[in-house]
């Protein structure tokens, strides 16, 4: 195919799909591509940079950040399955960055999208193959940089409306932190468990099968909880779902 | 100032601990944001108000030297002394003199955290006074021996049981229950009006301070604030320099907005601004009025790239929809402010050493962004601060050589590709069957708390570019 009206996008992986979870960038390819779009792999892509950055240590975010700006700036758009890197190039990046470079950040910024928002609000995706069987009741949790840095709230919801014919299970203060916060996790293990509990029970409280989000980092560690609590509570990432990917192990399950 | 954030790690680990507690905390987590989001919807000109506060509260600070003459200017016109305290000691030593010239035996406080900030009770009780909270919240965890947990809510700590036992113990009323709230809100009453009609000196804070008319507002639901203010001969307002305001109408301006964000009332019950000492024509009021501004550290922090904490109106919004304070308590973070604000304000007070966990202890979700009414971005501030603590090599040194690392690798793709390949490859065969580990070597920070998902197989890369080979 190499339709010149389609929109041209190049993908933008995630380190953490990339190395955990390689189904959820496959679902978001397959997505892009059933909303008609051209999708393109940047190979050299590896990490936004984040990890330093909120880390306050600019200087080993810099390099990375200017890389990506050079890997993605031919783009038409960029789109990523995760509010957090999105938000990282669109909204961190910017205020990383001085000079000629913060301009080449501005511009990049205008065209990357996370994932639903861009199959929503830009290429308007409502058709998909129907799910063979009825999803179970699903419940959403609102990734914080994804909801707060990209406007992501409906996007998601809407998509497993039309795609899948589910409506979500909404948790209670679906839009507070699960405690992951990169890594916030490893520094302060006990209070992340404790804020990971605690949205653990509000989507537990909603008796949904799966639990799902836009953000891998946040899925992991809800999967991490869940895991060494013994819950029972599936954690899938929504592209996946949206892709109708549902029949792997989830995040932190075995081959069974 | 008293601080221990030092103790961040130790406190909030106790804190977790403690499950009734844990659960206290939670209830109120999700109770305040509600209030305040109720009141905000109702409202519906918060984001333009807040637009507004925010430029009037920069615009004050840009033009601080000019609006601090002419507040002492028109303050000293309406027949107040003031008085500027360049820190904490110097504050208190003000407030002694003053009490002293008056042989003042007995002091009725309002809220203030200001003087939370210079530990300015302790002082004076060292200099022979009695001094007496007389906000509910704060006379709770005065008789308790305690600091305030929360800048609006100084007791939000404590139960309703462990009030009244602390009550029972404390007041000599003889035989009585207290079970029900009002009962309990009844006897503090009735003990505080003692302290009101016999205190010397009245110490009071204030909101904000209006240029134009040489005003303090104080905003509070008790009304103990007018009875410090009102019915002691001397009267003390204790603020700091950045509570300044051009007009009047940016004080009612910025209350508008402080009082629904902090609880989630349109109004509080008592909005005060005070002038000065009792005029001729007066039937009541103090006979002479001081006001202290303090600086400790406030123009420093003007002149620095954190300047914009400055415009925080001391709402506590950010307190009340932090998930790590919701976690936690006002109490882990051992300073006078907790919660995302306070973990921007204590190392710029105290220091970076010693406050190296605050600015750390936030997961940068941005939920106290969205509803600061001043719209500071705390999580960008609290970001800068980690910036500082790693040039300065407070962060420890395995954490900055790690993200070096993290870095050398991912700046080369083909070293990143090899490396990840390998390690993520081994790993995704060892965890296949289980699905995730419940220890890793190099990863006891995450498995300490949860297991560590298995990765999926091979990376998406090594598959995505195995597609493409096969496809051309």
Not at chain 2, 135 to 163: C, F, M, N
Not at chain 2, 207 to 213: C, P, Y
Request: hydrophobic share 40%; with cysteine.
């Amino acid at each position: 195919m190499n339709d010149t009206t389609a929109p041209q996008v190049s993908l933008f992986v995630t380190c953490l799909a990339d190395l955990m979870r390689p189904s959820v960038a496959f679902a978001a390819l397959r997505l892009l591509e059933q909303a008609g779009c051209e999708v393109s792999v940047p190979t050299e892509q590896t990490c936004c940079g984040q990890p330093g950055y909120n880390s306050g240590e600019f200087a080993s975010a810099i390099p990375l950040a200017k890389r990506t700006i050079e890997l993605f700036e031919h783009a038409e758009y960029v789109v990523a399955p995760s509010g957090s890197c999105a938000g990282m190039i669109a909204h961190h990046y910017p205020r990383l960055l001085e000079g000629a470079w913060r301009e080449r950040a501005l511009a990049l910024a205008e065209k990357t999208w996370e994932l639903t928002s861009f199959l929503t609000d830009v290429v308007k995706l409502d058709t998909a193959p129907a799910h063979p069987t009825a999803l179970p009741p699903i419940t959403y949790h609102d990734s914080c940089a994804g909801l707060r840095e990209m406007g992501v709230r409906e996007q998601p919801r809407q998509l497993l409306k039309t795609l899948c014919d589910v409506e979500v299970a909404e948790m209670h203060q679906s839009d507070v932190c699960c405690g992951f916060g990169g890594t916030f996790c490893a520094k302060m293990p006990g209070i992340s468990a404790q804020m990971a509990d605690d949205k653990l029970a509000s989507a537990a409280a909603t008796e949904a099968a799966i639990l799902t989000g836009g953000d891998l980092g946040c899925l992991l560690n809800l999967a991490g909880r869940a895991r060494r609590e013994g819950l029972a509570i599936e954690v899938r990432h929504v592209a996946e779902i949206l892709s109708g990917d549902l029949y792997g192990p989830a995040i932190g399950e075995g081959d069974h | 100032m008293e601080n221990h954030s030092e103790l961040f790690y130790a406190l909030s680990h106790d804190a977790l601990s403690d499950g009734p507690e844990v659960k206290r905390r939670a209830a109120m987590a999700q109770f305040l944001p509600l209030m305040r989001d109720m009141a905000m919807d109702e409202f519906g000109a918060f984001e333009e108000l807040r637009q507004h506060v925010k430029r009037v509260r920069q615009h004050t600070l840009d033009n601080l030297d000019y609006y601090l003459a002419r507040f002492e200017l028109e303050a000293t016109n309406n027949g107040n002394q003031v008085h500027f305290a360049s820190d904490g000691a110097e504050l208190n030593s003000i407030v002694l003199d003053i009490c002293q010239q008056h042989n003042a035996r007995r002091v009725a406080k309002g809220k203030s955290m200001v003087t939370e900030e210079t530990g300015l009770n302790h002082y004076l009780e060292r200099g022979g006074l009695d001094v007496v909270e007389t906000d509910l919240g704060e006379y709770i965890v005065q008789q308790a021996g305690e600091t305030p947990s929360h800048i609006v809510g100084p007791a939000l700590h404590k139960s309703r049981e462990s009030i009244r036992d602390l009550f029972l113990e404390k007041h000599a009323l003889g035989e009585r229950e207290l079970n029900e709230p009002a009962d309990i809100v009844a006897e503090a009453r009735r003990v505080l009006r003692e302290t009101f009609l016999t205190a010397d000196v009245g110490i009071i804070g204030a909101n904000a301070l209006v240029a134009d008319t040489g005003y303090s507002m104080l905003v509070t639901n008790e009304g103990n604030g007018d009875l410090c203010a009102n019915l002691p001969s001397v009267l003390i307002v204790c603020t700091t320099l950045d509570r300044l305001l051009p007009r009047g109408e940016d004080a009612s301006a910025m209350q508008r907005l402080l009082v629904r964000s902090a609880t989630g009332q349109p109004q509080t019950c008592y909005t005060s601004f005070y002038s000065g000492p009792r005029r001729e024509d007066d039937s009541d009021g103090p006979l002479e009025t001081h006001i202290v501004l303090l600086d400790n550290e406030r123009t420093d922090i003007l002149a620095s790239d954190y300047r914009e904490v400055l415009q925080c109106i001391r709402c506590g919004a950010c307190m009340n929809h932090c998930p790590i304070f919701a976690a936690v308590g006002g109490h882990s973070y051992g300073s006078v402010y907790p919660g995302p604000v306070g973990s921007v304000l204590t190392p710029l007070l105290s220091s970076l050493e010693q406050a190296e966990a605050l600015p750390n202890a936030c997961t940068s979700c941005g939920r106290c962004a969205e509803v600061c009414p001043a719209d500071i971005p705390l999580p960008d501030l609290l970001r800068d601060l980690r910036h500082d603590l790693s040039e300065q090599k407070v962060t420890p040194r395995r954490w900055r050589f790690g993200m070096r690392l993290h870095a050398f690798v991912a700046a080369r793709p083909g070293l990143y590709r090899a490396l990840t390949n390998l390690g993520f490859g081994l790993l995704a065969r060892l965890g296949r069957k289980k699905g995730s580990f419940q220890h890793l070597p190099l990863a006891g920070g995450w498995t300490s708390a949860r297991d560590f998902p298995a990765p999926q197989g091979k990376t998406f890369m090594a598959q995505y570019q195995a597609r493409q080979a096969i496809d051309e």
